[in-house]
């Protein structure tokens, strides 16, 4: 009697479990993720399509859409496959599209460090601010601070190059340079 109660309890479990979709049925799994590589103070993470904040975890994947805000003094690391960025305090940055070839992140406040280890021709990575948008254009180091309150963002390149593009904008900025973005309709360039 045991051995046919046992074995009508397996059927049953082995339907219930045939009968649960998995997640790749329902849905594809993120072609590319980052990750938060490192921590250092108060900072929050909020998942894509969500509406709350939450404390950021250390090696938490982030995919598209995803935000993260370091507080006042805190500092953060987020990688993406050879892209390393360095969040600094009160930073509002935003995982705006990841895909394989393509890394889109929105600054909307703050100070980020890319560094860029190894960008292939078929690659992007683009960051977008108020005041325009900057598309790394070879391996390499920048520094990009947002200051909403002015309508200006600041891009440095330490080495590399970046194309700058907007309403009425198109520059390229080489290795050594800085120019600040004034504005957010019709942005001007100032070296």
Same mark, same amino acid.
């Given at each position: 009697?045991?051995?046919?109660?046992?074995?009508?309890?397996?059927?049953?479990?082995?339907?219930?479990?045939?009968?649960?979709?998995?997640?790749?049925?329902?849905?594809? =799994? =993120?072609?590319?993720?980052? $990750?938060?590589?490192? !921590? *250092?103070?108060?900072?929050?993470?909020?998942? /894509?399509? @969500?509406?709350?904040?939450?404390? %950021?975890?250390?090696?938490?994947?982030?995919?598209?859409?995803?935000?993260?805000?370091?507080?006042?003094?805190?500092?953060?690391? &987020?990688?993406?496959?050879?892209?390393?960025?360095? !969040?600094?305090?009160?930073?509002?940055?935003?995982?705006?599209?990841?895909?394989?070839?393509? #890394?889109?992140?929105?600054?909307? #406040?703050?100070?980020?460090?890319?560094? &860029?280890?190894?960008?292939? *021709?078929?690659?992007?990575?683009? &960051?977008?601010?108020? *005041?325009?948008?900057?598309?790394?254009?070879?391996?390499?180091?920048? $520094?990009?601070?947002?200051? =909403?309150?002015?309508? %200006?963002?600041?891009?440095?390149?330490?080495?590399?190059?970046?194309?700058?593009?907007?309403?009425?904008?198109? #520059?390229?900025?080489?290795? /050594?340079? @800085? &120019?600040?973005?004034?504005?957010?309709?019709?942005?001007?360039?100032?070296?």
């Amino acid at each position: 009697m045991k051995t046919t109660k046992l074995g009508l309890v397996a059927a049953a479990l082995a339907a219930a479990l045939l009968a649960v979709p998995t997640f790749a049925q329902d849905q594809d =799994p =993120p072609g590319i993720a980052a $990750r938060v590589a490192f !921590l *250092s103070g108060v900072v929050s993470l909020e998942a /894509g399509g @969500a509406d709350d904040w939450s404390s %950021a975890p250390l090696n938490y994947p982030m995919v598209s859409g995803d935000r993260i805000f370091t507080g006042d003094g805190a500092r953060a690391a &987020v990688q993406c496959g050879s892209t390393d960025i360095r !969040l600094w305090g009160d930073t509002d940055a935003t995982l705006t599209n990841l895909t394989d070839g393509y #890394q889109q992140i929105g600054l909307s #406040q703050g100070s980020i460090h890319v560094r &860029v280890f190894n960008l292939n *021709s078929d690659e992007t990575v683009e &960051v977008d601010t108020p *005041s325009g948008a900057i598309m790394i254009g070879a391996s390499g180091d920048y $520094r990009i601070n947002v200051y =909403p309150d002015q309508q %200006a963002s600041l891009v440095v390149v330490n080495s590399g190059w970046v194309q700058l593009a907007g309403p009425g904008l198109n #520059q390229e900025v080489d290795q /050594g340079e @800085a &120019v600040q973005l004034y504005g957010t309709d019709n942005p001007e360039v100032g070296l």
